[in-house]
Nanobody
């Protein structure tokens, strides 16, 4: 069971970018799914989460109104659409899934599957 991430890269401030995470070996619709990020020299941060039981989406305050987290059950893939990117969004982004945690936020210790991480670099 694993995730395969794609879509990161170098963009300028104000640009948009979409990162994807395709699961294999398990169905994301049965999990609480999460995007974390870790910027250089900073702690890992939970960016967005969709709860397994209630299907509600939570966002960290700093990305509200700019990021959209979507899950495509037919494709077994989750997406993070990032608009109006800022330099402070520069980080390695990780998709993750938890079977045991029913709602958001899901702490890192409850995660069953992690993506390998994908770099989003916002720079002029």
């Amino acid at each position: 069971s694993q995730f395969v991430e794609s879509g990161g890269g170098l963009v300028q401030p104000g640009d948009s970018l979409k990162v994807s995470c395709r699961a294999s070996g398990f169905l994301v619709e049965h999990f609480t799914v999460v995007w974390f990020r870790q910027a250089p020299g900073k702690e890992r941060e939970q960016v967005a989460c969709i709860g397994r039981d209630d299907g509600r989406t939570n966002y960290v305050e700093s990305v509200k109104g700019r990021f959209t987290f979507a899950r495509d059950n037919a494709e077994n893939t989750m997406y993070l659409q990032m608009n109006d990117l800022k330099r402070e969004d520069t980080a390695v982004y990780y998709c993750a899934a938890s079977d045991v945690w029913e709602s958001c936020p899901a702490p890192p210790h409850a995660i069953d599957f992690w993506g390998a991480g994908i770099l989003v670099n916002v720079s002029s």
